[in-house]
């Protein structure tokens, strides 16, 4: 089994590598934010919950995080591995997540980042707002608090995997190509 989780800051491209990872080595991708999303557009108490703090740019709270991600793993028990995009984003996550694989006697295989400059990452998001409409994506005062949550909650799960030797991280710019094949080379790698 392999299990990844992709890091990256907003527009880091995680959701748009992650589809082509699925396929080449038959993962299933769970993205948090796209579960929330799902929640918001069924009006679901949870997608209700989530809304108010993802307007912002602001973490959805662990404890609901962590039992939507429970559920997703645990709708999918054939599945070779999965792909975890965006989660966990915070220490309680990581350490929950890792209990929650290890009771399952699953764990982690590798943790990549995709890196890119805040202004790059700035001009993708605000473009794909144009077409994406999430409220998130379309102005730069929310754009820059998600990256501020990132950088105080997020960043430093960097150490909680380097200490277990799983981080890694690939250079997010270029085309959509070149990262896949940068992503690609790493994960065979450990094949
Ligand atoms: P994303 O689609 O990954 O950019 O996530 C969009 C938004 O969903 C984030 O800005 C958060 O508000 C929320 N979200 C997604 N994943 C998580 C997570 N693991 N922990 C807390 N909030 C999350």
Same mark, same amino acid.
């Given at each position: 089994m392999i299990n990844l989780v992709l890091f990256g800051k907003p527009g880091a491209g995680k959701g748009t590598q992650a589809e082509f990872l699925k396929s080449k080595y038959e993962l299933f991708h769970i993205s948090t934010g796209d579960l929330f @999303?799902?929640?918001?557009?069924?009006? &679901?108490?949870?997608g209700k919950l989530a809304k108010s703090y993802m307007d912002q740019g602001d973490l959805v709270p662990d404890q609901v995080t962590i039992d939507m991600l429970k559920v997703a793993v645990e709708s999918n028990p054939e599945t070779k591995g999965f792909i975890f995009d965006g989660f966990p984003r915070t220490t309680k996550q990581a350490i929950a997540l890792d209990e929650f694989l290890s009771e399952k006697s699953m764990s982690i295989t590798a943790t990549v980042a995709l890196e890119a400059a805040d202004?790059?990452?700035?001009? @993708?998001?605000?473009?794909?707002?144009? &077409?994406?409409?999430?409220?998130?994506d379309q102005d730069e005062v929310k754009i820059r608090n998600r990256f501020d949550e990132y950088?105080?909650?997020?960043?430093?799960?960097r150490d909680f995997y380097e200490d277990q030797g799983k981080f890694h991280s690939v250079n997010g710019i270029g085309s959509i190509d070149e990262i896949t094949g940068r992503l690609t080379l790493l994960i065979d790698s450990f094949l």
């Open positions: @999303r799902h929640h918001i557009t069924n009006a &679901t108490d949870l202004d790059v990452l700035i001009g @993708r998001l605000l473009n794909r707002g144009i &077409t994406s409409g999430r409220v998130d950088n105080s909650k997020t960043a430093p799960l």
